[in-house]
């Protein structure tokens, strides 16, 4: 029953993993579609790579959120010690740049217009 849970757990934290490289391939690919269009249209609209870098910040929030919840989904069947500490570790890392991207996008929205809350 144990090995059932941990195929399960494995196979739905490997599709978690794919939304979280297509949520992130997506907003790459949208930024970088969106650079050149700026680069071949010569328009100097102010502010348009801040505007770019957060709709790609936001992506990769996006992202992120999803490859830590199939790190928790992974780890959730019979973890060992050294699962947790790894669990842990990627958990603060991941935590860390959500916390610090999502506040240079809090404040670059302020700016603009207002913080999606």
Known sequence: MEELLRQAARLVAELIEAVAVLLIAY???????NSL??????????GW????????????LLGLQFALAADIVRSAIAPTW?????LAAI???????????????CKTL??????FA
Do not use: P
């Open 82 to 86: 050294n699962d947790i500490g790894q």
């Open 49 to 60: 790579r801040k505007a770019l870098f957060v709709r790609f910040g936001i992506w990769l």
């Open 37 to 46: 269009r700026h680069f071949f249209r010569h328009t100097h609209d102010a």
């Open 110 to 115: 302020i700016r603009v217009n207002s913080c």
């Open 27 to 33: 907003g790459a690919g949208e930024a970088f579609v």
């Open 91 to 105: 958990a603060a890392i991941r935590t860390f740049l959500n916390y610090f991207l999502y506040m240079f996008i």
